[in-house]
């Protein structure tokens, strides 16, 4: 009988964990959550590294 209580209270737990996403990317230098992988921190500028934009420009100077 307790079994099925404890399976529920994870299920829940897991859910609300998945759509309330608690563990979002955020800036290191001001802390503000990054949004849609935008390459800059729209309050401090901080340039992420790794983003899809250096490898646009890595792209460019290749030689053809």
């Known amino acids: ?3 099925p209580l404890i ?3 994870i299920i829940i737990v897991v859910v609300v964990l ?3 996403r608690p563990f979002r990317p955020r ?3 001001c802390g503000v ?3 849609d992988q935008q390459p800059l921190c ?3 500028g901080w340039i992420y590294e790794g983003s899809e934009l250096d490898e646009d ?7 053809r």
């Open 1 to 3: 009988m307790l079994w």
């Open 7 to 9: 399976f529920a209270a």
């Open 18 to 20: 998945k759509y309330t």
């Open 27 to 29: 800036c290191p230098e």
């Open 33 to 35: 959550i990054r949004q």
């Open 42 to 44: 729209p309050e401090c």
């Open 57 to 63: 420009y890595a792209a460019d100077d290749e030689p």
